[in-house]
């Protein structure tokens, strides 16, 4: 039922707990193929049964062939959030363990105007010419999300086959991460 683009979506008919739907849950992941992810949520409002969503992701074979400009926009993220975050740490950082808030504050790279929205141990660099977004782990910024990675090739409106193959977003681009092996930094898994 699942298909490129299209969920699949289903909740457990009766009375079931969440140990049961967990260990269903697992079950059917086992046996599925690999690109088939079940996500489970907790029922809401009036309808209390879990609901399980079924996504089915990106093949191997495109993984395979976007290897390399899979490398390409990673490399190109680590650089610029390794330059951004060079730039937080001399110009904004100091202030801001001091107490002082700069929720308008700028930051000049490479002749371009970033803004930045800092927000617990990451901060998004938006520049102000281009609409380009980056958002960056400002203590190691080779750490790669896969969300905020998707992100960085929209907003930058690079890589067309990559932004296309991630039909399921986040999930896409992790089972593309995790396929050719690239190294994801802080949260490798």
Partial sequence: MAT??????????????????LVAVDRLRAELPDDLLVIVS????????????????????????LRDQLQALVGEFRELG????V???????????QGDWYPDRLVEEDGETWSLHIHGEHCLFTNLRSGTEIEVHTDYPDAI???????????ADRYPEIRAACLEGFHDMDRMLKLAAIPLGLQDR
């Fill in 4 to 21: 490129r683009g299209r969920r699949a979506r289903f909740r457990p008919s009766g009375e079931v707990g969440w140990a049961q739907v």
């Fill in 87 to 97: 730039r937080f740490r001399l110009d904004i950082e100091p202030a801001y363990e």
């Fill in 42 to 65: 907790p029922g809401a409002g009036s309808v209390r049964s879990p609901l399980l969503t079924v996504l089915r992701l990106v093949d191997e074979a495109d993984c395979l062939r």
């Fill in 82 to 85: 390794n330059r951004l975050a």
């Fill in 145 to 155: 999300d896969p969300g905020f990675l998707l992100g960085y090739a929209e907003t």
